[in-house]
């Protein structure tokens, strides 16, 4: 009698967690909010207390060359030295920063248009937008954008710094060269979320080939210790994803790579068990069954510690449970086993079957494929082993290739 591998996955309450992609791009932006905010606040700080010194030696010396309402640039400071103050204490969330350092930069300004005595201070309304687009979202730039063209229109017809020079003509072209230059800034946020995508995609596709190598010598590591399981990751991982294939749940590649690796993975805990329990020909004692049963605790254990491996957790972990309840390590049963394990149970029993191991020799996919069918809704998802008849054309052709390649590799190694 052939002893099938007791095993399926988590559960049919699958949330869905941003991908790697999103958190880097999250985290990218938000570094960006906070730094940018603080380089403005720092740059307006300058920039108002050099005009005040600027203006204040004028008012001094009793030189001709300043109009500047002096209160109206210390107004500012003011509140700029409270922004910095709470933000040193409080530790300002980057999203409501933003919010407060254009809010601010729209008083700065309004406060330099009625302070500075510079006849065409209107122009500083033009700053807006430009602040606005250097954050990058759209949403930001529209309203603040909006917010300082409505007050320029404001202040140039309600309050104009000359009067009787200019007319309504030049309020026009004022407010299209503003729309103009709003227009411009909306190209600032597109070619920073192009630069960040960018800079986002090379390090998910370092960190990708990076775990490839950390899985690939883990199965180098573990194959190692038993010539009857050469191969073994590599096929299970490819019948999980033929399966996964056929699942609408699997149809985003980023959880379909996720079940991959945890095919690739599923026995990684197997590194602690001893060679002579692994290749042992006879039946296993009880003390070295239940020493077997510890691989699915300990790869768990092991892949959630390792940086990018710890999604790979309840495939690993889970996928000797059975659907009945009586599998292992903990006797999860139905959809509280999740969805990935439910489909390596069924991936990891087929090979099981059709491989030849130290204590029997390898049995026919016919064979394989009726003995789970057999073991639906007790040892597997029956919602699973109704969709199998799909999948076993392009079992057949993993199976017939591997064992191709096994020949060669005992061919090699002049094994019996």
């Known amino acids: 009698m052939i002893d099938l591998p007791i095993g399926v996955y988590y559960s049919g309450r699958d949330g869905r967690m941003l991908s790697e992609r999103k958190k880097l791009l999250s ?135 000359v009067t009787g020079v200019f007319d309504s003509i030049d309020i026009s072209n004022r407010a299209l060269l503003y729309i103009i230059l709003a227009t411009f800034s909306y190209l600032l946020p597109k070619q920073l979320d192009q630069l960040y995508n960018n800079q986002v995609s090379l390090i998910i596709h370092s960190m990708e080939t990076t775990i ?37 749940e699997f149809q985003d590649k980023q959880r379909m790579q996720t079940l991959r690796l945890s095919g690739l993975l599923h026995d990684i805990g197997k590194i602690n068990i001893p060679e002579t329990v692994l290749t042992k020909s006879g039946k296993l004692t009880e003390d070295e069954y239940e020493l077997i049963k510890t691989h699915t605790v300990v790869g768990g254990r092991m892949v959630e510690k390792i940086p990018g491996l710890g999604q790979l957790k309840p495939g690993v972990l889970y996928h000797h449970e059975r659907w009945d309840g009586n599998g292992y390590p903990t006797g999860a049963k139905g959809l509280d086993i999740p969805l990935e394990a439910r489909i390596l149970s069924i991936a990891d029993t087929f090979d099981a079957i059709t491989s030849s191991r130290s204590y029997r020799q390898a049995a026919s996919v016919n064979f394989a494929i009726e003995r789970i069918k057999e073991a639906s809704g007790t040892q597997f998802d029956p919602a699973l082993i109704m969709i199998i008849d799909e999948v076993v054309m392009s079992w057949r052709r993993i199976y017939k290739k591997y064992n191709e390649d096994l020949s060669e590799f005992e061919k090699l190694l002049d094994l019996p």
């Open 212 to 248: 490839e190598q950390v899985v690939k010598t883990f199965i180098v590591s573990i194959e190692a210790k038993d010539s009857y399981t050469f191969g073994h990751s590599e096929r299970v991982s490819k019948y999980a994803v033929e399966l996964a294939a056929r699942l609408p």
């Open 27 to 161: 985290s990218y932006y938000k570094t960006h909010q906070r730094n940018l905010s603080l380089t403005i606040l720092k740059i307006a700080l300058i920039y108002l207390l050099l005009s005040i010194g600027w203006n204040s030696v004028f008012r001094l010396l009793h030189m001709p060359y300043s109009r500047a309402e002096i209160k109206f640039l210390l107004f500012p400071v003011a509140v700029l030295v409270v922004i910095l103050l709470l933000n040193r204490f409080f530790k300002i969330k980057p999203m409501l920063m933003q919010h407060i350092v254009l809010s601010f930069s729209v008083l700065v300004i309004c406060c330099l248009y009625f302070g500075s005595g510079y006849r065409e201070a209107w122009g500083y309304f033009l700053v807006i937008p430009i602040l606005a687009g250097m954050y990058g979202n759209l949403r930001v730039l529209f309203l603040y954008s909006t917010v300082g063209f409505v007050m320029m229109l404001g202040v140039n017809l309600n309050h104009p710094l």
